[in-house]
């Protein structure tokens, strides 16, 4: 069973455009974290969200945890090429952050 | 500070070999992950270790998969007999306590032919 959806599934948009990505799930998590994982590498941690309606802000990146904390958005404003990547969405559970539910991800691709 | 590095990078076997995959943690991180990573899918969790003890095992197919982490530093996830379908990144990771995020290593890509 796949707790954790995320949409859409590829994503392929021009420089400059804006994006928003989304990971929703029936279940409520205690954190959600947002991970970009690019080609032939490992995940690498962008955000960590834990309060219902917390919103955080990386530069062009928006993180959005919802009331319930049952689903987050990820928005980037005027993407670039080096956006590119797959966007993963993982929740936890109570105490144990780190033990993570990972959705399948978000192929992006942003063209020049 | 260095990063979880894990090795070798790439691994090809015949199905019915075995192998092995080494992980060495971020300094100072007493739990260690290892995660199985499918083409086109998210990381599923195979093991989770604080210091030398498990955590969890429930997604780790034990009658082919093992893995241990004797000083609660190194940890080795071994495979015998591989499967064609054990084809995919093992990635390991590891974060300073069980309540504080992960921080991935590269991945060892295996292909069983």
């Known amino acids: 069973t796949q707790l954790l959806e995320q949409s859409p599934q590829f994503l392929s948009i021009q420089e400059g455009e804006n994006l928003t990505v989304y990971c929703n799930s029936s279940?409520?998590?205690?954190?959600l974290q947002w991970y970009r994982q690019e080609p032939g590498e490992g995940p690498v941690l962008l955000v960590t969200v834990v309060t219902g309606g917390e919103v955080k802000k990386l530069k062009r990146l928006t993180f959005q945890f919802g009331d319930a904390r049952k689903d987050s958005s990820l928005h980037i404003t005027a993407a670039q090429p080096g956006d590119t990547g797959l966007y993963l969405c993982a929740g936890a559970r109570g105490t144990n952050a780190g033990k993570s539910t990972f959705g399948d991800g978000t192929t992006l691709t942003v063209k020049p | 500070e260095a990063g979880v590095a894990q090795s070798p990078r790439y691994k090809i076997i015949e199905k019915r070999q075995s192998v092995a995959f080494w992980c060495n943690p971020i300094s100072g991180h007493a739990t260690l992950y290892w995660y199985q990573q499918i083409l086109g899918q998210g990381p599923k969790l195979l093991i989770q270790?604080?210091?030398?003890?498990?955590?969890?095992d429930s997604q780790l197919p034990k009658d082919r998969f093992s893995a241990e982490r004797l000083k609660g530093v190194d940890s080795t996830l071994k495979i015998q007999p591989a499967k064609l379908e054990d084809s995919a990144v093992y990635l390991c990771a590891s974060s300073y306590t069980l309540n504080t995020e992960a921080f991935f290593g590269q991945g060892t890509r295996l292909t069983v032919v």
């Open positions: 279940s409520v998590f205690s954190s």
């Open positions: 270790f604080q210091n030398n003890g498990v955590v969890d």
